[in-house]
């Protein structure tokens, strides 16, 4: 948003230009390229800080389940201990998700999705990436290595089908109106101005927030108690 302006120009401006073009460095362009940006930075920061932080998370749900006082130290280490691991199990799903994305894309023959469409391909990505949802708790805490964590992680979700598609794509019908106002983002811009595209993405940021919550700790829960069983 700020890359445009002093200081944050001398930074950002050089590759936007370099890759994306001059226009997008100047109002209302500037505004209109944020969600491709966002995606790309999301998609890295996922790939790193968000694993390390899932793991992290999962650590000290962990410790706690074990009685002992949850320490974000401790779990941060742990999680850097396992990063490798992690970040394969992070990779596959979101290979699974992109190609759940691509298959469903080949229904649109090339035209732009209607709004069922775009959301039955929400759903489609969110399934794909649940088949794997608990190899990250095998991996932090039954100290799995990459390969062992996605066997041992897809057993327990064949196990616990029901509840983990409870849980998982409960949390995620909220991202629908996000769905929603995108699909239509356009025509939004249009009639209420580019900064329209600022308000979505903020809604779209903080629902994602919530869903990840939702994503990572009850499923984590769910693990533990099943493990014990």
């Given at each position: ?32 390229i ?48 396992r ?11 979101f ?72 849980l ?8 629908f ?53």
């Amino acid at each position: 948003y700020l890359a445009p302006q002093r200081p944050v120009s001398y930074l950002l401006a050089p590759p936007i230009r370099r890759f994306l073009g001059e226009k997008f460095l100047h109002y209302p362009s500037n505004l209109l390229i944020l969600p491709r940006l966002y995606n790309y930075a999301h998609l890295v920061i996922s790939a790193t800080i968000g694993v390390l932080m899932t793991g992290l998370v999962i650590s000290m749900l962990s410790q706690l389940s074990e009685g002992r006082k949850p320490r974000l130290l401790v779990g941060f280490v742990n999680a850097l201990r396992r990063s490798l691991s992690l970040v394969g199990v992070w990779i596959v799903m979101f290979l699974l998700s992109f190609s759940a994305q691509k298959l469903m894309g080949l229904f649109t023959g090339g035209e732009a999705p209607s709004i069922a469409l775009s959301f039955l391909t929400y759903l489609a990505m969110i399934l794909a990436q649940v088949v794997f949802i608990y190899a990250m708790p095998v991996v932090m805490i039954d100290r799995r290595n990459f390969f062992s964590a996605l066997i041992r992680g897809f057993k327990f979700f064949v196990k616990f089908l029901l509840p983990t598609l409870i849980l998982t794509l409960v949390p995620a019908l909220p991202q629908f109106p996000v769905i929603a106002l995108n699909h239509y983002a356009s025509g939004l811009v249009g009639k209420f101005g580019p900064e329209t595209v600022v308000f979505i993405m903020g809604a779209g940021i903080f629902i994602t927030f919530i869903m990840d919550i939702f994503l990572t700790i009850p499923p984590t829960l769910l693990y533990m108690k099943g493990r014990k069983d």
